[in-house]
């Protein structure tokens, strides 16, 4: 057996459903329609993992996961919700749970799922738990996005360790030329551009090529940080400095020292927080929140945006004088629409990348599909070729050449490139229909339920996402 698993859910149904495919698969599971039941057998018995139902009469789901956080804490938890429930979901990740899956999934989705687990790193995934399940603070969440990210989304670690910044336009040639010398010191760098152009992409070769390669790289994205958190997660805090501090913690960076630290959307931080990194970069130290004890900084600062920096220092949203100090190396990526001529070198790149990823052999991209992305208008930049790109290899597996059918899709077409990179990275290698179902799925998530709003995001009906949410709910039964 690879694993014990404990299911609970009062759907008996679905219990049972869950129940036969993970049995199928050489797990043994223990199934349970009461959650007090479940706990008490938790009590006399151990389970590797449990796949728990967010909402069940007797006792919540998030009542269940801290049960298991604090009696069990070397067993993982899965969490089962309907769509109304994603915000409940989300925060048990954050509180400590290791997934969740969302109605209606297929077998081979939780099973992927839950294979996932047993593969993971132990030691790493009961860290992840105690980290996330610790009081609420930003700076073990956020360090998630850089180091750590490497180990739990393959996707992020594609795309830093594979996805190189290349192209033959005079702008994109200028700037590879230049890299070397801006890489080989410690000045700070501003990289300006639209989204999906590449920056990060950029500044994670400005970081390999530096005498700092094998110091820590750690990222910051500006735009998600609670304005309450922000200085906590970037200079760390004393204990009782704040409500929830009950001890000492480190910040970006303490966690960067000695390497990069990569602030993405600078300009989102909130003025007063500037005002902080602005000495920061002056006096080349830092204080922790509730100390008065300052800490050296040898830190690189590399620093990205997508707004016009004029308009936001206008407006009052940024500093000048901190953009000045960040702006000793100022790099402007342009648009893709504005370098087309390097759209087949990238998407051969990008071909070759995902096929050997998926190990799919050589991929060809026909003439047509060149001419097809030629025409296309790339709001989306350099993410959305990727994100088609990889697309269109996952779904030519069965042939070796790429053409435009593999990627015009209508529900992957109109929706927007981060949702498809979501779906594209969470899963293994699926037909159309899973794809399209993962997809549904997925924007449901950020529009919190709305099949209205998801409908238009996609821009299909939202009748064609009942009826396809309906087919596969038949389909599991």
């Known amino acids: 057996m690879k694993g014990r698993i404990l299911i609970l859910d009062d759907d008996k149904l679905l219990l049972g459903f869950m129940n036969e495919h993970l049995s199928l698969n050489d797990y043994e599971t223990v199934p349970f329609e009461n959650p007090v039941e479940a706990l008490d057998y938790l009590e006399d018995n151990s389970v590797d993992l449990v796949i728990t139902d967010v909402k069940m009469n007797e006792m919540t789901g998030d009542e269940v996961l801290n049960h298991v956080l604090k009696h069990h804490p070397d067993t993982g938890v ?190 989102e931080i909130d003025i007063n927080v500037q005002a902080k990194l602005l000495r920061v970069l002056q006096e080349k130290e830092f204080y922790r929140v509730g100390s008065q004890k300052p800490i050296k900084a040898d830190v690189r600062i590399l620093a990205t945006s997508n707004r016009n920096i004029g308009q936001a220092i206008s407006e009052g949203n940024y500093r000048e004088d901190l953009y000045y100090r960040l702006n000793v190396f100022p790099i402007s990526i342009p648009p893709l629409r504005e370098r087309k001529e390097d759209i087949p070198l990238l998407a051969r790149h990008f071909a070759d990348l995902y096929a050997k990823r998926y190990d799919l052999g050589e991929k060809k991209l026909s003439d047509d599909l060149i001419e097809y992305l030629m025409r296309q208008e790339w709001r989306g930049n350099v993410r959305e070729l990727d994100n088609m790109i990889h697309r269109g290899v996952i779904l030519s597996q069965d042939t070796e050449e790429v053409t435009p059918e593999h990627i015009d899709n209508q529900l992957f077409s109109n929706v927007d490139e981060e949702l498809t990179r979501e779906v594209l990275s969470d899963l293994p290698l699926m037909s159309i229909e899973d794809m399209e179902l993962q997809l549904i799925k997925k924007t449901l998530e950020h529009t919190l339920g709305n099949q209205k709003k998801a409908a238009e995001l996609l821009g299909v009906s939202d009748r064609t996402i009942r009826n396809k949410l309906k087919n596969a709910q038949l389909d599991d039964e």
Do not use: W
């Open 78 to 267: 899965i969490m089962i919700t309907g769509f109304g429930n994603i915000n409940h979901s989300v925060n048990a990740l954050r509180k400590g749970a290791y997934d969740y899956i969302t109605k209606p999934f297929k077998a081979k989705e939780i099973i992927y799922r839950v294979d996932r687990y047993f593969d993971s790193d132990p030691e790493e995934r009961i860290a992840n738990a105690a980290r996330k399940s610790a009081p609420k603070n930003s700076n073990d969440s956020k360090k998630s996005t850089s180091k750590s990210s490497h180990v739990s989304r393959p996707d992020e670690e594609l795309a830093e360790s594979q996805i190189k910044f290349v192209g033959n336009d005079p702008h994109i040639k200028k700037l590879l030329r230049l890299l070397p010398k801006i890489a080989k010191n410690y000045a700070p760098v501003m990289i300006q551009g639209e989204s999906g152009t590449g920056k990060e992409v950029f500044a994670h070769q400005i970081h390999i090529n530096s005498n700092r390669a094998s110091k820590p790289y750690i990222k910051i994205n500006c735009a998600n940080l609670p304005t309450e958190l922000v200085e906590s997660t970037l200079f760390g805090h004393m204990k009782g400095s704040f409500t929830g501090a009950i001890q000492d913690k480190k910040g970006a960076f303490d966690e960067a020292n000695g390497g990069t630290l990569l602030l993405d959307e600078i300009t």
